[in-house]
Nanobody, 124 residues
């Protein structure tokens, strides 16, 4: 059974940086899709960034392009989200999610496996 655990959240000031980590067990990164989602206060859940662990291709929400970077370390079964130039509107609970099916495309992903979440708070 795949298990997902996030870490790295915290409180920073406007313009600060954080790096989130997502460790995954029971997954070899030979296929599938990994993604970061977030849900801020009074907002709907939104996708932030995704990555194909097998090949490293990525995609980002328009709101974070140029500021956030998703990356992987397959040897550690870990996906990272480097967040720079943070804004108060980035305040949210961030969740890592996985679709481990081999050969799927992220646009059609069914994110069955979710971490417990890590809180990011950005103060002005």
């Amino acid at each position: 059974q795949v298990q997902v655990v996030e870490s790295g959240g915290g409180s920073v000031q406007d313009g600060g940086s954080l790096r989130l980590s997502c460790t995954v067990s029971g997954y070899s990164y030979r296929g599938g899709c990994m993604a970061w989602f977030r849900q801020g206060p009074g907002k709907e859940r939104e996708g932030v960034a995704l990555i194909y662990p097998s090949i490293g291709h990525t995609n980002y929400a328009d709101s974070v392009k140029g500021r956030f970077t998703i990356s992987q370390d397959n040897a550690k079964n870990t996906v990272y989200l480097q967040m720079n130039s943070l804004k108060p509107e980035d305040t949210a609970m961030y969740h890592c999610a996985a679709d481990v099916r081999r050969g799927i495309v992220c646009a059609n992903a069914d994110f069955t496996y979710w971490g417990q979440g890590t809180q990011v708070t950005v103060s002005s």
